[in-house]
């Protein structure tokens, strides 16, 4: 019995008793190490687009209240619409709505409800309400 242990002990282990991976084990990893890798770039591209989307919204706005602030400053304010394009060459209008005769103002100072869209028209990029001062 003795002997036999010292047998077992001294056995050097064969080739396929040796610890590691196979071929099909490392391939299958890097398998799946390339499709994340895959899908990390798909959601880097995707959020890429968004922030340029984003960019483009948050110029539009500031380019509409430039056209507002530069109607205001042309002189009083009247009913009616002025067409342009922006820095894109994008066509915008500016609508000015005098809003007394909506909300059933009589004798007061106008309310003008001021909106900058693209193109004729659609969702306004900016919009706002200026009062007229009292006279």
């Keep these: ?21 196979t071929t099909v084990e490392v391939l ?15 959601i880097a591209g995707t959020a890429a687009g968004a922030v340029k989307a ?10 509409a209240e ?8 042309a002189g009083p304010l009247r009913p009616g619409l002025l067409q342009g394009a922006f820095s894109d060459g994008t066509p915008w209008t500016l609508s000015i709505t005098d809003l007394r005769p909506v909300l059933g ?10 909106r900058v869209s693209r193109g004729g028209a659609g969702v306004p990029l900016y919009a706002t ?3 007229e ?3």
């Excluded at 047998?7 to 008793?17: A, E, G, K, T, V």
């Excluded at 299958?28 to 798909?42: C, P, R």
């Excluded at 984003?54 to 380019?63: G, L, N, T, W």
């Excluded at 430039?66 to 400053?73: E, I, P, W, Y």
């Design 1 to 21: 019995m003795i002997a036999r242990l010292r047998r077992l002990r001294c056995r050097r282990p064969r080739p396929s008793d040796e610890d590691g991976f």
């Design 54 to 63: 984003i960019e483009a919204s948050r110029v539009a706005a500031d380019e």
């Design 105 to 114: 103002l009589g004798r007061v100072p106008p309310l003008w409800q001021v």
């Design 28 to 42: 299958v990893a890097f398998g799946i190490a390339a499709a994340a890798t895959v899908m990390a770039f798909q």
């Design 66 to 73: 430039g056209v507002v602030l530069r109607r205001l400053a």
């Design 133 to 135: 001062k009292p006279r």
């Design 129 to 131: 309400l200026i009062p």
